[in-house]
């Protein structure tokens, strides 16, 4: 195979990220995504053997990025409640910012197809491991995951319901707010005869 003469790897997963999104996976071709770029399909195929390889990668792609954003904004403080606080901000603002990247990963057909549903459990699943240390209480690390799942399904389910009625939303009120519904539950973690 020729090695090309610039790395349009990029430039295909952004225009990808624009169709997928816009018209799903089913009704976007490989023929589709080269026309967008004002390239010949045999040019997007030389970086992706198959739309369904550039639609994995796309959702790896999506899917560390998020991870990394919040993984890197909790890593900023040692204070819990900081931490839970950062992390949902971060999370919201990523939201606000990729609207296409996160109805890929939740309201696109990720969801009707069982590999890419994996690649998304993955994905939360990595969420979840990066966060579980940061929840400081006194429990297993089996339960700090449990947890992490917790609040990694908090910010999808509140991002999904915000997104699908089109509401208009400050990500960094939504994320304190939501940050503090959380925090109500953390805090009590691990303490004896919480009520």
């Not at 169709?19 to 080269?34: C, P």
């Not at 209480?137 to 319901?161: H, K, N, P």
């Amino acid at each position: 195979m020729p090695t090309p003469s610039r790395d349009r790897r990029p430039q295909i997963l952004h225009t990808a990220l624009d169709l997928f999104s816009s018209a799903g996976y089913h009704n976007t071709s490989m023929n589709d995504i080269a026309e967008a770029l004002s390239i010949t399909k045999p040019v997007v195929y030389q970086y992706f053997d198959s739309k369904r390889a550039l639609y994995l990668e796309l959702l790896r792609f999506v899917g560390d990025d998020l991870v990394t954003t919040v993984t890197n904004a909790v890593a900023g403080s040692d204070n819990p409640h900081t931490q839970t606080e950062q992390g949902m901000i971060s999370y919201f603002t990523w939201v606000a910012e990729n609207k296409q990247a996160f109805a890929l990963l939740y309201e696109s057909s990720a969801r009707v197809d069982a590999e890419f549903t994996d690649i998304v459990s993955e994905f939360e699943d990595a969420a979840a491991r990066a966060i579980a240390p940061f929840i400081h209480a006194d429990i297993s690390a089996e339960d700090q995951v449990t947890f992490a799942i917790g609040l990694v399904g908090m910010a999808e389910t509140v991002s999904r319901q915000v997104l699908r009625h089109g509401r208009d939303f400050d990500p960094v009120a939504l994320g304190r707010a939501v940050a503090a519904l959380a925090w109500g539950g953390l805090r009590l973690i691990g303490q004896p005869n919480a009520h």
